[in-house]
């Protein structure tokens, strides 16, 4: 039945599902995957490597972690020449906003103007949808470090730790069980409509967040044990003059995160 409606991104099937997007998005389910985790003092992502051969040379700068602006960065999992075609409108849009307004662009505005340039490769005829899920991590001065999650239908949202790419849903339910502190509140303030039972999620730190990242990558990567050649840490923070700092770790940082993850994996063990 699928086979009269999927050769055409803007043709609903009876059921309501376009199935082009369908397709996009288990492509990116079948990409390397890529965690986001949002922190008290910045935002972490981490990004599984995917070596297809020891010959092949290796890139002069990230092929997972891109810059878009200053104060913005995103994180690609799917086909990264789709991805390059996406990232080169949200530099132009963050450039032209700043240029404009002198102020820079807000990170949900950037967000929202990418995704509005994906949706509207599924609905038109002609055009395939992009094969390349983000996630957005940025800061600005009215709602501070942000996460963002986007996918090729043009949705997106906002998280605190989200995981995009291969066993995906493995990496959420570590996040949910591992992710902050649940802290009580008392029963004078607790609502009756508080979805969380009156529990407040403390953020962890940079450190924290980075450890956690791991473990999901070890996780979701397929029983393959983590290294720092297989796998991508970034971070960005503020620096003493409130300006945002982008940093990738290198191999003898990611390394000892790393080792830091496997001791306490051993102790936990033999507890």
Same mark, same amino acid.
């Given at each position: 039945?699928a086979r +009269?409606y999927? %050769?055409?991104?803007?043709?609903?099937s009876?059921?309501?599902?376009?199935?082009?997007?369908?397709?996009?998005i288990?492509?990116?389910? #079948?990409?390397?995957?890529?965690?986001?985790?949002?922190a008290?003092?910045?935002?972490?992502?981490?990004?599984?490597?995917? $070596?297809?051969?020891?010959?092949?040379?290796?890139? *002069?700068?990230?092929?997972?972690?891109?810059?878009?602006?200053?104060?913005?960065?995103?994180?690609?999992?799917?086909?990264?020449?789709?991805?390059?075609?996406l990232?080169?409108? =949200? +530099?132009?849009?963050?450039? +032209?906003?700043?240029y404009?307004?002198?102020?820079?662009i807000?990170?949900?505005?950037?967000?929202?103007?990418? !995704?509005?340039?994906?949706?509207?490769?599924?609905?038109?005829?002609?055009?395939?949808?992009? @094969?390349?899920?983000?996630?957005?991590?940025?800061?600005?001065?009215?709602h @501070?470090f942000?996460?963002?999650?986007?996918?090729?239908?043009?949705?997106?949202?906002?998280? *605190?730790?989200?995981?995009i790419?291969?066993?995906?849903? =493995?990496?959420?339910?570590?996040?949910?069980t591992?992710?902050?502190?649940?802290?009580?509140?008392?029963?004078?303030?607790? *609502?009756?409509?508080d979805?969380?039972?009156?529990e407040?999620?403390?953020?962890?730190?940079?450190?924290?967040?980075?450890?956690?990242?791991?473990?999901?990558? #070890? *996780?979701?990567?397929?029983?393959?044990?983590?290294?720092?050649?297989?796998?991508?840490?970034?971070?960005?923070?503020?620096?003493?003059?409130?300006? !945002? /700092?982008?940093?990738?770790? #290198? =191999?003898k940082? %990611?390394?000892?995160? $790393?080792?830091? /993850?496997?001791?306490?994996?051993?102790?936990?063990?033999?507890?």
């Open positions: 039945m +009269r999927d %050769s055409s991104t803007t043709t609903f009876p059921e309501g599902r376009l199935h082009q997007v369908e397709y996009a288990e492509a990116i389910n #079948n990409a390397g995957t890529s965690v986001g985790i949002l008290r003092d910045g935002v972490v992502m981490a990004s599984e490597r995917k $070596i297809t051969s020891g010959l092949l040379a290796p890139a *002069k700068t990230s092929e997972k972690t891109y810059k878009l602006c200053p104060h913005a960065t995103c994180t690609v999992a799917g086909l990264t020449a789709d991805a390059n075609i990232i080169d409108q =949200a +530099r132009l849009r963050a450039g +032209r906003y700043a404009q307004y002198q102020e820079p807000p990170i949900e505005n950037l967000v929202e103007h990418v !995704c509005n340039y994906k949706q509207a490769y599924t609905q038109y005829g002609g055009l395939r949808p992009f @094969g390349v899920a983000f996630l957005f991590a940025g800061y600005d001065e009215t @501070g942000q996460l963002y999650q986007s996918d090729p239908s043009g949705n997106y949202s906002g998280w *605190k730790a989200t995981v790419g291969a066993n995906n849903q =493995a990496g959420k339910s570590l996040l949910k591992e992710y902050g502190v649940k802290k009580e509140t008392d029963g004078d303030e607790m *609502k009756t409509d979805p969380t039972g009156g407040e999620i403390e953020l962890p730190d940079l450190a924290e967040a980075c450890r956690l990242a791991v473990k999901v990558l #070890n *996780k979701t990567m397929d029983g393959a044990v983590a290294s720092p050649e297989k796998l991508e840490l970034f971070t960005m923070s503020l620096d003493e003059e409130g300006n !945002c /700092v982008h940093k990738i770790l #290198n =191999a940082e %990611s390394g000892e995160i $790393i080792a830091q /993850v496997e001791a306490e994996t051993q102790s936990a063990g033999d507890t």
